[in-house]
């Protein structure tokens, strides 16, 4: 009897961690074993939810990857570095960054953060060589491919030269 009650204990907990945000197994796992659950309570509240739907490590995966690559625009590199500090396999972080580019690419996410900047700077003539080295420096310092920096930052020169700047 008390085992279904620290049972059930751990999985009301577990529940009211979901209820604030999605979490991963691993994660989850870890929240419930500090919370000073055991082992063996842990791993059957967390079979429960993964049998109920609750808990689906690649789904949860994409809408991670998707929030944080569309919303806060950040590079693969450090995607994979959220999800692997959460306990997301190296397999399942594949998947997720893959699909999440499918829609929205690295390119976009460097485009709009560069246009922002350059928006914000409002730098001219001398000025603006600095405003773009301190973009480069920023957008290579959040983990994008440098390639991608180049392009982005040549698509804002041209746009420059077009708007007759």
Do not use: C
């Amino acid at each position: 009897m008390a085992r279904d009650a620290e049972f059930e204990r751990a999985e009301r907990a577990a529940l009211r961690l979901l209820a604030y945000r999605a979490r991963g197994i691993e994660e989850l796992r870890g929240r419930l074993r500090g919370k000073g659950f055991i082992a063996t309570v842990t791993d059957a509240v967390i079979d429960g939810l993964i049998t109920q739907g609750f808990l689906d490590d690649d789904g949860f995966a994409f809408e991670w990857a998707r929030s944080h690559a569309v919303h806060r625009l950040w590079s693969d590199i450090k995607i994979a570095a959220g999800l692997r500090e959460k306990g997301v396999s190296r397999d399942m972080i594949i998947r997720a960054i893959s699909r999440v580019r499918q829609d929205f690419t690295e390119r976009e996410a460097v485009r709009r953060i560069a246009e922002k900047k350059a928006r914000n700077a409002g730098a001219r003539g001398p000025q603006k060589n600095d405003t773009v080295k301190r973009l480069a420096r920023n957008l290579l310092g959040r983990g994008f491919p440098p390639s991608v920096v180049y392009d982005a930052l040549q698509d804002i020169r041209e746009d420059d030269i077009d708007n007759g700047e």
